[in-house]
Every structure is written in structure tokens, then in C-alpha cells.
């Protein structure tokens, strides 16, 4: 008989924490749907572009241009080349300080005609241009590339109708101008223009490059 009983004791404890437990469970799941539901109202109510996500933020490093040599052919930089050369003739004629401020290099030397002292470098040189050279109007004539990957010298002839510094400026001219390239950029680093002889004013097709080693 006792046994019988100790039986029937065990038997109704363990019912009862069973019971317990489910009491219990429910009361945490709504506590946790409590929670859950106040978290998703303060992120509704946060302003737009401002919600935390669950995901960790990836950041996108821009890709670093500097020392990046990129090959160019023979043709490429003969072809680049000629087009700053235009670029740097109507620059002149416009007076255009932006398009000379990033055609010139800060190093950037002149020599040859009409260059003093006074326009010994870049900006002097700039400030002498727009003052006081009115290139009315030029021809270009036979022009020679030469490429060494990063340099390229070009000797250009060309015709001009000009005014300089208040007197005639007119007619055949060679100019050599030096490019290097730094980075991704051509620009010219030095410069030197004179007066040619009528007669050696010649055609105005282009000499192909001269090829290097």
C-alpha cells in the first residue's frame, strides 16, 4: 500500500512540472514577440536612409590611379599628342588660362622668341600670353613626333598672323615642345619657338613618328 501511494506522489509531481513548463512557455514567446515588435517600431520610425541593417556595411575603396603606367602604342601617343598640340595653339589664340594652366606642367620651362626673364616660368608665362600675344590666326604645317613612352618631343611648323605685345608678328615659325607624362596626363614641360624663313614654311601633313628601340 505505501508503495502504491509513493507511486501515485511521483506520478503527480512529475504532471504537475510538466504542466508548469507549458504555463511558462507561452508567456516567453509572447514576451519575445513583445520585444521583436517594439524593435521593428523604432526602425520604421527611424528617417529613411537611416535604418540599421543586419547586415555588416561593405565599403568601396576607390581605385588608386597613382604610379598606374598605362602602355600606350607609338600610334596612341603620336595620335594624343597631336591633339593636345591643337588644344595648346587654340588655347593660345583664346586666351584660355584654364586649358594653359592644365596644358603647361608647374615646371614647365619657355625659351626661344619673344621669352625674357620676365616669362620664365609657368605663370609668368601665362600672364605674359594673355596680355600680351594676340595670335589672330596660324596654319600648321609639317609637324615631326617622337615618342620615348612617357616623353614625346614634337617640332612643329606652323604660319601665324599675330600681334606681340602691340607690334606685327606675322610669319613662319618652328616651335618645339616637350610632353611628359605623369600619371594619366601629358603635359608640356618645356618650350622653345623661333622665326624660320619664309621658304622653309612647308607642307602641313604630319611627319610619322620616328620609331625607338
Not at 110 to 120: C, D, H, K, V, W
Amino acid at each position: 500500500m505505501k508503495k502504491m501511494i509513493l507511486v501515485i506522489t511521483i506520478l503527480l509531481l512529475t504532471t504537475l512540472a510538466s504542466v508548469s513548463v507549458q504555463a511558462q512557455a507561452p508567456e516567453k514567446k509572447d514576451s519575445d514577440k513583445k520585444e521583436a515588435t517594439t524593435a521593428d517600431a523604432w526602425r520604421q520610425a527611424l528617417p529613411e536612409g537611416e535604418q540599421p541593417s543586419n547586415v555588416a556595411p561593405v565599403y568601396v575603396m576607390e581605385e588608386s590611379t597613382d604610379n598606374v603606367e598605362t602602355r600606350e602604342t607609338e600610334t596612341q601617343i603620336e595620335k594624343r599628342i597631336l591633339d593636345l598640340e591643337g588644344r595648346l595653339m587654340e588655347a593660345l589664340k583664346r586666351r584660355d588660362s584654364v586649358a594653359l594652366k592644365q596644358l603647361l606642367a608647374d615646371d614647365f620651362i619657355p625659351a626661344g622668341l619673344n621669352i625674357t626673364e620676365l616669362q620664365s616660368d609657368k605663370n609668368r608665362y601665362i600672364e605674359w600670353a594673355l596680355k600680351n600675344l594676340e595670335l589672330k590666326s596660324y596654319t600648321v604645317g609639317k609637324t615631326t613626333v617622337r615618342s620615348y613612352r612617357t616623353t614625346a618631343v614634337v617640332t612643329v611648323h606652323y604660319k601665324r598672323q599675330a600681334i606681340v605685345a602691340g607690334s606685327p608678328s606675322d610669319g613662319d615659325f618652328i616651335a618645339t615642345n616637350v610632353w611628359v607624362r605623369r600619371g594619366k596626363i601629358w603635359q608640356v614641360v618645356a618650350q622653345h619657338v623661333s622665326q624660320l624663313p619664309k621658304t622653309e614654311m612647308i607642307d602641313s601633313r604630319p611627319t610619322p613618328a620616328k620609331k625607338t628601340p
